[in-house]
């Protein structure tokens, strides 16, 4: 049995030795017999999470995002073994090329997708992939544990660090107030999440076995299947580049903005044939399309998870050569040239993260948050501070400070998906300077949510809130859509909080026949009056004592497109991650109190 540490010890033993004096692909058979022998259902082969702290799991968060691929056929015992022939074989440089055909078959074997995906996506990661997990200290028990979840090790690799704050006592905090009426106001448009697929097809099947549909390659849709509609589908597909064109003529005709703020992923969820040529040709595409649709507008971009291939494939400055981010960087300061001064364009080639004045009073922070997430592989060799970004964010902060600017955050993925450690340094650095940082903007999770952060001394007060903004793409059966922030304008004395927001939805039922769309305000939606930190601390009170304004916020944060109700465990999970700026709040949904008898239940969250 593989569930017993004597049966593991012998088999470690057997397969130490046989990597030793016998070639890799004995080594590979060996492998398919413990992938008979442990692929048993999940639940039976390794101990349940404690319920006394309950944590989310690398493959809970891949299922959340849905990529696509069948992570959860992975078992702890089957995942030791995957990650315990890499640590032998690799000691080895001529071993290489048996390990990427190994890891191949497995994920055949473990039907994590089909054979041509799997083929693929281990041709494309291997080289990238294998050159971090040489350079990093990673044991199985390690690498397990980021895989499959703390119930199979522990990832002491992420081990905590902290920044350094300045030795200068915060300012006394000021709650903020409603503007006067008829104060200015600066409307943001915010695109986040397109997602272009080159290869979309009209016609094609949309419910095909590959994690991307919709495309020639999906073959044509079965009497009981789906066919990819004119504008999009309701399906694990993209958009056509049409789509998105309609998209950019329809947020120019409802315009003007005083900017823009972009937060990456332009590329398909192809992420098994995508090549560097190929994402830069989509970058200076979409980029240029903005351009041409916007015209002279300031637009200020973040870096996605997808810009890159392979996918989260962002290695720290430390890398250098043909393996390092500069094909990419030094693109997109190419076609952000326009927009960005070029002291940003130097820290943009650098590390991906930027700083500009995009008005007297106000600074934008542009970050590469691909340095705090868990899927980015490099960070298996160093995941402390990546370029110093954070520590840079703090001298950024602290100027700004000093000189009363007002700072905007904009980013792909939402700090509380983040690192641990990253994430716990975030929500420190948002808590020194709320009085500076009045507005976060994130988006990749494609829904329409928001993140909160409360004062780390109880965890009551509310001191800062991130926007998720909606996705353009469909993916996964969800309409188009795109945000507008009213943000309080350019006066002396401005607090630059973000007065209400505007979400604009392309209804795919009836474009596909006639393109139409709608908007949403929020202020009207929920009767609320402001939109500051406390005003969504209370929301979140609504959401919990009155169910049928939560059920209105689930269908709109789907856009408009959802099959059932949240309700019960669903519930709980949504508003534990509405309350979680930081990751490992997201482990303590049994200990959130909302007053009176009310609080959430303990879920997985």
């Known amino acids: 049995s593989c569930h017993h540490s004597a049966s593991w010890f012998l088999f470690y033993t057997l397969l130490t030795r046989t990597m030793r004096s016998a070639p890799i692909p004995c080594a590979v058979g060996l492998l398919c017999c413990v992938l008979v022998l442990c692929s048993v259902p999940l639940g039976t082969s390794f101990p349940v999470q404690d319920e006394g702290k309950p944590g989310i799991t690398f493959l809970e968060e891949v299922g959340r995002l849905r990529v696509g691929f069948n992570w959860r056929n992975l078992t702890c015992p089957v995942c030791k073994v995957l990650f315990t022939i890499l640590d032998i074989a690799l000691l080895s440089d001529v071993n290489e090329e048996r390990v990427a055909r190994a890891v191949g078959e497995a994920c055949i074997r473990l039907h994590l997708a089909e054979e041509r995906v799997c083929r693929q996506i281990t041709e494309l990661f291997r080289d990238d992939f294998i050159r971090a997990l040489q350079q990093s200290l990673l044991w199985p028990s ?159 971009p973040a870096i996605g998870n997808h810009e890159s291939t392979p996918v989260n494939s962002f290695p720290p400055p430390f890398v250098r050569g043909n393996r390092s981010s500069r094909w990419l960087y030094d693109t997109m300061a190419e076609e952000w040239a326009p927009w960005l001064p070029e002291q940003a364009l130097k820290t943009l080639r650098h590390g991906g993260f930027y700083t500009v004045e995009v008005q ?110 909606p996705s353009i793409t469909t993916y996964i059966n969800l309409n188009p859509g795109y945000r507008v ?67 209105r916020f689930w269908y709109l944060s789907h856009k408009g497109h959802v099959s059932e109700p949240c309700i019960d465990a669903c519930k709980t999970t949504v508003i534990c991650f509405l309350r979680s700026g930081r990751y490992d709040e997201l482990e303590k949904c049994d200990q959130l109190e909302f007053g009176g008898d009310t609080a959430v239940r303990k879920t997985l969250c």
């Open 142 to 300: 390690e690498a397990c544990a980021l895989l499959v979840g703390m119930s199979c090790g522990r990832f002491d690799i992420y081990a905590p660090w902290n920044v350094t704050l300045p030795r200068i006592p915060k300012p006394p905090v000021t709650p903020p107030t409603p503007p006067k009426p008829g104060a200015p106001q600066s409307r943001v448009l915010f695109l986040t999440d397109i997602h272009w697929d080159q290869e979309y097809a009209v016609g094609s099947s949309a419910d095909c076995k590959d994690p991307l549909c919709c495309r020639n390659e999906s073959g044509s849709p079965s009497w009981r299947q789906r066919a990819a509609g004119f504008w999009g589908s309701y399906s694990k597909c993209d958009l056509p580049l049409r789509t998105v064109k309609n998209m950019l003529e329809n947020a120019a005709r409802t315009g003007p903005w005083d900017w823009v703020y972009w937060t990456g992923d332009i590329p398909a969820h192809n992420i098994w044939s995508q090549t560097r040529k190929q994402q830069l040709s989509e970058l200076t595409v979409i980029t240029r399309l903005i351009h041409s649709h916007l015209g002279n507008l300031k637009v200020y």
């Open 360 to 469: 007297p009073g106000l600074r934008v922070v542009s970050l590469n948050m691909n340095f705090c997430a868990k899927e980015n592989y490099w960070l298996m060799v160093n995941s402390t501070d990546p370029a110093n970004q954070l520590q840079w964010l703090i001298h950024i902060l602290q100027a700004s400070e000093e000189k009363g600017e007002r700072v905007h955050i904009i980013g792909h993925i939402p700090p509380g998906l983040c690192l641990s450690s990253w994430s716990w340094n975030y929500y420190h650095i948002i808590n020194r300077y709320e009085g500076t940082v009045t507005g976060q903007f994130f988006g990749h999770t494609h829904m329409d949510e928001f993140q909160m952060f409360y004062d780390e001394a109880t965890m009551t007060r509310a001191v800062g809130v991130a926007f998720i903004a």
């Open 485 to 551: 922030y009213l943000v309080d304008g350019n006066y002396k004395g401005s607090s630059r909080f973000v007065l209400d927001h505007e979400t604009y939805i392309l209804n795919l039922t009836e474009a596909n026949r006639q393109p139409e769309g709608g908007v949403s305000s929020l202020l009207p939606t929920y009767g609320v009056s402001s939109l500051f930190p406390s005003d969504w601390d209370g929301l979140i009170r609504t959401f919990v004592q009155d169910d049928r304004v939560f059920q």
